[in-house]
């Protein structure tokens, strides 16, 4: 019995490390790409916005410049995300989105993909088209059409040249603003500038680095590396540089680039904004993954703060501001402060009409997280609930979101001793990611000692045994 309870206690420790981690990750890559509001908002009061999605272009031509798309189509979906007019899926948000459907397409769900990535996004428009190319050339046609029957509101024909790609993403955005009868100043036309490079060989290889950031990190990091040295204040190639290198769990240097963006907004006068305040806290974030959660605290209050004085306390921005700050509480195990600032978050999502979202299920699993640290099980087990339920109306329960959510709630009825409750959870987490080939990943790894640590309090020893050594196996093969 000894023996078995030396285990119990490792296997304990790696399933909450494996719930904090996931915390820690998701939060910073949130973070890293959330939408930023610079516009004041006076009256401080919640204000649904249009919530767009900028799908990947068609391309038509010759191959040699498919390389334009995914550039054009980040770099005006991070414009947009500047706008205080605007609610903007991040690129971020919809790469987690398309692993989702894809997830569902490989168990053998007939999806379309495009409708799928505006449900589970609770977008109001699409923004598609096609580019196409004759020699030099480029002719684009913008579609924007409402999300919720495809209808499409207008479409725009639109020329440029290959030469000069900054002028169609410019020309795309004044589309998308006329189509929806949105007014730009000259001070938000200015900001969207901003972060646009000049140099066409920092912009191709740019595009380049974005269609890979999210599926191979380290080649994108080579390409973004390169793009700097052509351009080495090129803002969204300095945050996705950093992004890289923490997927890559390169934090040292991932924390260099983030300082260098901070750097480079304060040599363009860009202090007075969302984007400088998300940038404090993203360096926090990283300095929390170095172990550092005192600075984290800090540069995560400065964001807290700079987005109050500019008026965007009821914004979304601001409401990732306060899951990132629940989440650093959460490690430094205070729960009364993580819970105080998650409640608030959720309060101005819901307000915002940003809670029936993928990524809304996933902050669900963070107030769960905040509850359980405090130890009220059973304000942690709704709230796993609530993201249960979501994830059901969403149609993701074939998917690992749901299998995360289903692992939370075993690890309730483990500590609340109801272990045949566990038991059913912890084999419907393990038969999805199965189903999903994810056999050799570590959270697998966790699902079979869950498992195994359910089976020996059942008094079924001799296969809980087998389950550990399982789960030994493929951690040793991962280190």
């Avoid at 189509?179 to 972060?195: E, N």
């Amino acid at each position: 019995m000894k023996q078995n309870q030396d285990v119990r206690n490792i296997t304990c420790k790696d399933a909450i490390h494996r719930v904090s981690n996931i915390v820690r990750i998701s939060t910073l890559l949130l973070t890293l790409l959330l939408s930023c509001t610079t516009t004041d908002n006076r009256n401080n009061a919640p204000v649904k916005k249009n919530r767009i999605l900028v799908e990947m272009f068609e391309y038509l031509g010759p191959p040699q410049y498919k390389w334009l798309v995914p550039g054009i189509r980040a770099t005006v979906t991070n414009g947009l995300a500047k706008l205080q007019q605007f609610e903007v899926t991040s690129v971020a948000e919809q790469q987690k989105a398309a692993k989702l459907i894809q997830q569902k397409q490989l168990v053998g769900d007939d999806v379309d993909a495009s409708k799928e990535l505006a449900k589970i996004n609770a977008v109001d428009y699409s923004c598609l088209g096609t580019i196409q190319s004759a020699g030099k050339e480029l002719m684009v046609n913008v579609r924007i059409a409402d999300a919720t029957n495809a209808n499409v509101k207008q479409s725009s024909n639109l020329k440029g040249t290959v030469d000069n790609p900054f002028a169609v993403q410019e020309k795309i955005v004044d589309s998308l603003v006329a189509s929806l009868d949105v007014k730009l100043s000259d001070g938000d036309k200015a900001l969207f500038s901003s972060y646009v490079t000049k140099n066409e060989e920092a912009f191709s290889l740019y595009s380049k680095a974005v269609e890979t950031l999210y599926t191979d990190p380290k080649a994108s990091a080579v390409l973004l590396a390169n793009a700097l040295s052509k351009d080495p204040e090129y803002l969204d190639a300095l945050e996705d540089l950093s992004n890289a290198l923490y997927q890559l769990g390169d934090y040292k240097r991932s924390l260099e680039y983030m300082n260098r963006k901070k750097t480079a907004l304060e040599k363009k006068s860009l202090t007075e904004t969302g984007d400088y305040a998300n940038t404090l806290c993203n360096i926090g974030i990283i300095h929390l993954s170095l172990g550092d959660s005192d600075k984290a605290l800090q540069l995560c209050n400065q964001d807290k703060t700079l987005k109050e004085k500019l008026f965007l306390s009821k914004s979304k921005t601001y409401a990732t501001t306060l899951q990132s700050l629940s989440a650093i509480y959460i490690i430094r195990k205070e729960s009364d402060k993580a819970i105080a600032n998650i409640e608030q978050a959720k309060m101005i999502l819901e307000s915002l009409g940003l809670n029936r979202t993928h990524e809304f299920g996933d902050f669900l699993v963070t107030i769960g997280l905040a509850y359980k640290g405090k130890g009220d099980l059973e304000k942690a087990n709704f709230y796993y609930s609530e993201a249960d339920s979501l994830y059901k109306e969403l149609g993701l329960t074939k998917t690992t979101s749901y299998s995360s959510v289903l692992s939370n709630q075993g690890l309730i009825h483990l500590a609340k001793k109801e272990y045949k409750d566990a038991l059913k959870k912890f084999i419907t987490d393990k038969e999805i990611q199965d189903n999903l080939k994810l056999t050799t990943t570590e959270e697998y790894a966790v699902t079979l000692s869950n498992l195994g640590l359910t089976l020996a309090e059942l008094g079924q020893d001799a296969k809980a045994k087998e389950l550990f050594n399982q789960a030994e196996k493929i951690k040793k093969l991962r280190k």
